[in-house]
């Protein structure tokens, strides 16, 4: 049976937490956006707290409206406007064209991850991502990181990250790489090995040290 490696892309691949906290606060405060790095110093604790419950970008959004509104929260299950999912990818969009620089700046890949690609050439790469197609195949370019873009599922092309992967398991050894606990419960597939990234401080010799026990590298 043919190995195929699905990887997610934020946490995994990119360390772009910086910049989806820094689109979400210009989303949610917008005329009153002043200094991120101040505001970002005074509630630390709680945003590193609700950060634990982050699965989609809009997440980020949820983080800063509870703290502009001072309410407190279990967690980050609940509804807000879609409007917010809207705006937050067209700042995204209008920030990474107005400063590209600092976008990618906001965006490290980690290095190791990038060698892993590069000294295996031959393997069979996925990138299975909430985040939007358009980051995903400027920052791969920018990191010269050769991954074939109809290798790419974007958050436009699939509804759960489920769904893509049993639909190649059914011919293939799957091996799926994720931070989120909650997209690894819902697999329930045989044909699907999952790795879970606990700790994102940790996450570079986690993946590493998984990847050599498949005989990976």
């Known amino acids: 049976m043919k190995e195929v490696y699905f990887f997610d892309f934020d946490g995994v691949i990119c360390n772009s937490y910086q910049e989806c906290f820094y689109i979400a606060y210009r989303v949610v405060f917008q005329k009153d956006f002043k200094n991120f790095k101040i505001f970002y110093n005074k509630y630390y604790e709680k ?11 809009i997440d980020f959004c949820k983080i800063f409206i509870l703290i502009k509104k001072k309410i407190e929260a279990k967690n980050l299950n609940f509804q807000i406007n879609n409007d917010y999912k809207k705006r937050f990818y067209e700042e995204r969009a209008k920030f990474r064209k107005e400063n590209f620089k600092k976008w990618v700046g906001l965006n490290p890949f980690y290095k190791e991850i990038v060698s892993i690609f590069k000294k295996n050439k031959t393997k069979d790469f996925f990138i299975i991502s909430n985040k939007d197609y358009k980051s ?5 370019k920018y ?6 873009l109809k290798n790419i599922y ?3 092309l699939f509804r759960s990250k489920n769904q893509i992967l049993n639909k190649f398991s059914k011919n293939n050894q799957i091996y799926f790489f994720d931070d989120q606990i909650t997209n690894l419960i819902k697999i329930k597939n045989d044909n699907i090995k999952k790795f ?3 700790n994102r401080e940790k996450n570079i010799k986690t ?6 026990n498949i005989k990976f590298l």
């Open 47 to 57: 945003i590193i707290a609700y950060n634990t419950y982050v699965v989609k970008g």
């Open 136 to 140: 995903i195949k400027v920052l791969l």
């Open 143 to 148: 990191n010269k990181v050769k991954i074939p």
């Open 154 to 156: 974007s958050k436009e």
């Open 196 to 198: 879970l990234i606990l």
């Open 207 to 212: 993946l590493m040290k998984l990847l050599k």
